[in-house]
């Protein structure tokens, strides 16, 4: 018993005591972070000892260890694990530098050649809004993007122009599937609207160059756009902005998983033509009919299915002094017939896979008079050959089918690859006056991409995508890569190379189809730097452009060109409060041989010098918002190229524009009416006029067949006025979430 | 032998008793630090200390002062809408540990104070981006003071809360600055005799600053 007793005391003792027995050895030391700083509180720990301490305020530690071989761990939030390896015959001091966890920092962003507007922006980064009202829009989604760098002001024209590309180089998608008419018929000099409604759009990225390998046939730009998930309330609205009126709802199902919407548009400019006397001589319209739905559904935990339907019809029909004979008046008319279909889901297939289908489908119709009225007001043909078109019909009709599929799998790091296949099928069938044309082209395409950690702050994405296509009969392989390199203080370098091929367009191909793929080499380089409330950017690229689409003498691809620059973004949303204003500046150089250019010219649509600034000031005292935005480009160069018997095309005249500056103003004012209310609506009136100061615009200039008569191309009128009001209704349904969390 | 085995038992107890009153001894030290903060980068140093608390002590309110302090550092950089999101991530997840550790029953006073702070968290979020994070997080913070304030209506720090909202909205959302100068004082007045233990005591500079501003 006694000697049980004694050794149950010893054993006891022992245990007391063992930290005395096994301290023969002390590690000691202070943890500091990567830039230097002290980090107190740190835990660390000895294995297999199993002692632990902590950092006191001034970074240090002091612990007992063993002998021999043994693991130092030190841990701090936000930093990653530190483990060393330690042999130790005798004391030792240690200086442990921790460095920070990247996964609570945000992830490196590749931006070279692309302006990201999304609803997850940060700070002094746009977000779809910030775009769409810009003074002057009108709301319109190609509109809003000339108000940042790359996109020229070209005033006569819908679409793109970016960095010295036609508006046909620049492609729009919509949730990865293609979105082949943003725009309503082309009207000579008279721009369009935009088809689509940009309130539907969460995220926008205006890609100006070096876009990813999951897009092509673009050969300067690329617009992906990614249309809203679930509302998180339903809500209507209506709104009136003569000549133009809409109305829509959004339901979202009381168990929030699934939505339904549908808007409609009707715009009929007769009667404001008729008070603000216009250019044109209109006859028809212009009249636009327009409505779109869509629903959304959840599918189990991570599923979205995503449907988006539009038609419209169109018709504009005006009246201008012809060019060849100005007693004479050319008459030209287009009515436009459209649905487009987008259907899109997306997925995870597990924790680290995710799948993106979309399918799309749509149905174009474009029916095209020219018709010459005499002085006696009756149709007439012209006295040329040459000049048959003015009197003249075309219709086109257009399928348009895409198929989808990308996977994508996730790794540590952020990395992540992405690959996936699509395929377009398009037929066109007409006729232009007495001729039929008919295309039909299957173009297929696979891609690859991988989004690489390679070092702290520094991330690649290196991508390739084939494209085959029928009517072409040739197969091409792009490259793409891009990286980014972030420094310590929020900047950031990021770099982009690729190479874009095209088609040409479908009115050369009805033609001629024994030709090439065009292409265009994009190399960028830039340097952003976000921090407290304020975005700069600047941005060096140069494109070299090769197979392009020559007409004269013959139709090939012997055309090239390229194009360089130099482009600026500042936004300051921080040093004025409640003022949000930006300033972009656009450096261009480019020429090009193509189409019937008699050699490389600069082209008409591209002027060198470009800077735009967008001002919104708010006054939430009395909820007013005033927004000025001012574009200035230097001119534009035009040239009269004619085909002279024995000599071929050459340039007979060639100028260059007066300066471009317009100044748009507008005013917006929310009030609340009905405040009793249960959901209250939010309604406002704003009212605006596009270049306010009368400046006047030339474009460039149209030459009559012999030269003799130059007309400027001239905006429709010196201003655009407009003035209206909206409601919008909203029935909130957070309550529901914070009961639900309770 | 029965007097040493007991001797010893005792001072095995005692050893885990000073060790408990080292950690409270412990958590207070820090809040002590807390009530001399000013600086983000103070803010930023104490959620560390807190943490490093919260794995010795079971306990619902290092995590809550940790939540705290991010949300502090929130409103410091509310210009700098760039840097915020990291600070929000976290004071949510803290928030989410400590209500883990309430009776969310009967401890109604400490998950009004966790709700005070939660909606603290949910403004931040609102600063990254206002037009974009403004409607769904701004609703979530307003909710969740107002039921912080049903929780404990006396609660002096939930009123500073609804004083800030007041005074930073504007008139036509309902925003009203004398009425926030109002509650704010009404806050002080309730601050007047709070003990600076570990039990959450700040909003004295808070509201000072926030009626500074009416000055």
Redesign the interface.
């Given at each position: 018993m006694k000697a049980n007793h004694l050794s149950y005391i010893a054993a006891i003792f022992l245990m007391l005591t063992s930290a005395l027995a096994f301290g023969q050895y002390r590690i000691s030391g202070t943890v500091k972070d990567d830039k230097g700083k002290i980090i107190p509180a740190a835990s660390v720990s000895l294995s297999p000892a199993g002692m632990a301490t902590k950092t006191d305020s001034t970074g240090n530690f002091n612990l007992e260890g063993l002998k021999g071989s043994q693991t130092l761990t030190v841990s701090s939030i936000g930093y990653r694990l530190f483990r060393k390896e330690i042999r130790s015959d005798s004391s030792v001091r240690l200086d442990v530098v921790l460095k920070p966890d990247t996964r609570t920092l945000n992830e490196v962003t590749i931006s070279a050649g692309s302006f990201e507007a999304s609803d997850k922006a940060k700070g002094a980064s746009l977000t779809a809004m910030d775009a769409f009202t810009v003074a002057g829009n009108n709301g319109d989604l190609a509109l809003a993007l000339r108000s940042l760098p790359g996109a020229q002001q070209i005033g006569e024209m819908d679409g793109l122009f970016v960095r010295g590309g036609t508006g046909e180089e620049t492609k729009q998608f919509i949730d990865g599937t293609l979105l082949k008419n943003l725009n309503y018929p082309r009207v000579p000099g008279v721009q369009q609207y935009a088809r689509v409604s940009p309130v539907l759009f969460k995220g926008i990225l205006f890609s100006s160059g070096g876009y990813s390998a999951l897009y092509g046939q673009a050969m300067s730009s690329a617009l992906i756009l990614e249309s809203n998930e679930l509302p998180e309330k339903s809500s209507a609205y209506f709104a009136i902005f003569p000549p133009n009126s809409n109305a829509g709802i959004q339901q979202l199902s009381p168990n929030k998983k699934s939505s339904y919407g549908v808007t409609l548009r009707y715009t009929n400019a007769s009667f404001y033509n008729s008070v603000v006397k216009q250019k044109p001589d209109y006859f028809s319209g212009p009249e636009y009919i327009e409505g779109d739905a869509n629903f959304r559904i959840k599918t189990g935990k991570t599923g979205m299915v995503k449907f988006y339907t539009n038609w419209n019809v169109s018709d504009v029909g005006m009246r201008n002094p012809d060019i060849d004979n100005p007693t004479f008046r050319a008459g030209y008319q287009v009515k436009g017939k459209s649905i487009y279909n987008n259907l899109s889901y997306r997925s995870n297939l597990s924790d680290s896979w995710q799948v993106d289908a979309g399918m799309a489908y749509s149905y174009n119709e474009d029916h095209t008079v020219n018709s010459l009225i005499n002085s006696e007001g009756q149709v007439t043909d012209p006295e040329h050959e040459a000049l048959s078109y003015k009197n003249g019909q075309r219709l086109i009709k257009s399928d348009f089918a895409q198929g989808r599929l990308v996977f994508t799998k996730m790794f540590s790091n952020n990395q992540a690859l992405r690959f996936g296949a699509e395929h377009f099928y398009n037929r066109d069938r007409g006729m232009s006056n007495d001729s039929t044309l008919a295309l039909t082209d299957n173009l297929s395409a696979a891609f690859a991409e991988g989004d690489i950690y390679l070092a702290d702050g520094l991330a690649a994405k290196v991508g390739a995508r084939m494209e085959y296509s029928s009517a072409l009969n040739e197969f091409v392989v792009a490259p793409r890569a891009s990286l980014a390199y972030r420094l310590k203080k929020g900047g950031q370098f990021n770099l982009a190379y690729g190479i874009f091929y095209q088609k040409p367009l479908n009115d050369v191909l009805y033609l001629d189809r024994e030709l090439k793929f065009s292409n265009a080499a994009h190399y960028v380089l830039n340097y952003t730097k976000k921090a407290n409330n304020r975005f700069f950017r600047i941005e060096a690229y140069r494109k070299q452009y090769s197979d392009l689409v020559k007409t004269m003498p013959v139709t090939d691809n012997s055309g090239s060109g390229y194009a360089q620059g130099l482009e600026l973004f500042f936004r300051d949303k921080k040093s004025v409060k409640d003022l949000d204003y930006w300033v972009t500046y656009t450096y261009l150089d480019t020429k090009r041989d193509f189409l019937n250019y008699p050699y490389a010219l600069q082209p008409a649509f591209a002027a060198p010098h470009t800077a735009t600034i967008a001002i919104k000031k708010s006054f939430p005292d009395i909820n007013t918002f005033v927004n000025v935005s001012y574009a200035v480009a230097t001119g534009r160069p035009y040239y009269d190229i004619r085909y002279s018997a024995g000599e071929g095309y050459r340039i007979f005249d060639q100028g260059k524009t007066r300066t471009y500056s317009v100044m748009n103003l507008q005013f917006a004012h929310l009030f609340s009416v009905f405040s009793s209310w249960k959901q209250k609506p939010v309604s406002g009136f704003s009212v605006g006029v596009n270049n306010i100061l009368g400046t006047k615009q030339v474009f460039g200039y149209n030459y009559s067949f012999d030269g003799s008569n130059k007309v400027a191309i001239t905006p429709p009128a010196a201003r655009y006025f407009y003035a209206g009001i909206f409601m919008s209704f909203g029935i909130d349904r957070t309550s529901d979430f914070i009961d639900k969390n309770l | 032998?029965k007097k040493?085995v007991l001797s010893?038992l005792a001072?095995v107890i005692f050893h885990m008793t000073v060790s408990a009153q080292e950690t409270t001894a412990a958590l207070q030290s820090v809040v002590t630090k807390l009530d001399q903060a000013k600086k983000a980068k103070d803010y930023e140093?104490l959620?560390?200390?807190f943490?490093?608390?919260a794995?010795q002590q079971k306990s619902w309110l290092p995590y809550y002062y940790a939540a705290f302090c991010n949300a502090k550092v929130g409103f410091i950089n509310q210009?700098?809408?760039?840097?915020?999101?990291?600070y929000s991530?976290?004071g949510e997840e803290q928030v989410e540990k400590a209500k883990s550790m309430l009776d969310?029953v009967r401890q109604k006073k400490e998950l009004s104070e966790l709700f005070t702070v939660l909606s603290m968290v949910y403004r931040t979020k609102v600063f990254?981006?206002p037009?974009?994070y403004g409607?769904?997080y701004g609703?979530?913070s307003q909710?969740?003071r107002v039921?912080a304030q049903e929780l404990d209506p006396e609660n002096p720090r939930a009123l500073y809360v609804q004083a800030w909202e007041l005074y930073k909205t504007?008139?036509?959302w309902g925003g009203d600055k004398e009425a926030a100068k109002k509650l704010s004082e009404r806050s002080l007045a309730l601050l007047q005799n709070t003990k600076a233990d570990v039990n959450p005591h700040w909003g004295k500079a808070e509201n000072e600053e926030l009626t500074g501003k009416n000055k």
């Open positions: - | 032998m040493l010893i001072l140093a959620e560390k200390e943490l490093a608390v794995e210009d700098d809408g760039e840097s915020i999101e990291p991530i976290r969310t990254i981006n037009m974009t409607r769904k609703i979530l909710q969740y039921k504007p008139k036509m």
